[in-house]
């Protein structure tokens, strides 16, 4: 098992609409981006996409949170979503620093940039060995 040191740096939120006649575009789509250490390599430029889905409660229903963009190598998704949701709730709920919404609220906002490094630790599998 390898410890990650995942830094992430800042939060574009995209496209949100709670006031729509088509339930099926009601959505929250943001963008994460982030870097990686690795024992002594580092990963820059990484990023990840998390969707909102329609008719969740956004203050307390997990994200849906894909795969990263710009690494390939062993990875723990269900331990980076976590870490990826708890930096997205930081900025964007009732009790976010950036947009405080509360349920029910009709609203539509795009490209609201949210820029702040913060740093984590990831376990992750060591699948090849030792070797990065």
């Given at each position: 098992m390898a410890t990650a040191k995942?830094?992430?740096?800042?939060?574009l939120q995209d496209s949100q609409d709670y006031a729509t006649f088509d339930q099926s575009e009601a959505?929250?789509?943001?963008?994460i981006r982030f870097s990686m250490d690795i024992a002594d390599k580092h990963f820059g430029d990484l990023?990840?996409?998390?969707r909102q889905p329609y008719?969740?409660?956004?203050?307390s229903e997990p994200l849906e949170v894909s795969h990263v963009s710009g690494y390939r190598g062993p990875w723990n998704h269900s331990g980076?979503?976590?870490l990826a949701e708890?930096?997205?709730?930081?900025?964007?709920?009732?009790?976010?620093?950036?947009?405080?919404i509360q349920r029910g609220s009709s609203i539509r906002m795009r490209n609201n940039m949210f820029v702040l490094r913060q740093e984590a630790r990831l376990d992750i599998p060591d699948e090849q060995g030792?070797?990065?």
């Open positions: 995942i830094t992430f740096e800042s939060l959505h929250v789509v943001s963008v990023s990840v996409e998390v008719g969740t409660d956004f203050e980076f979503a976590d708890r930096y997205y709730r930081s900025f964007i709920g009732s009790s976010g620093r950036g947009i405080r030792g070797a990065w």
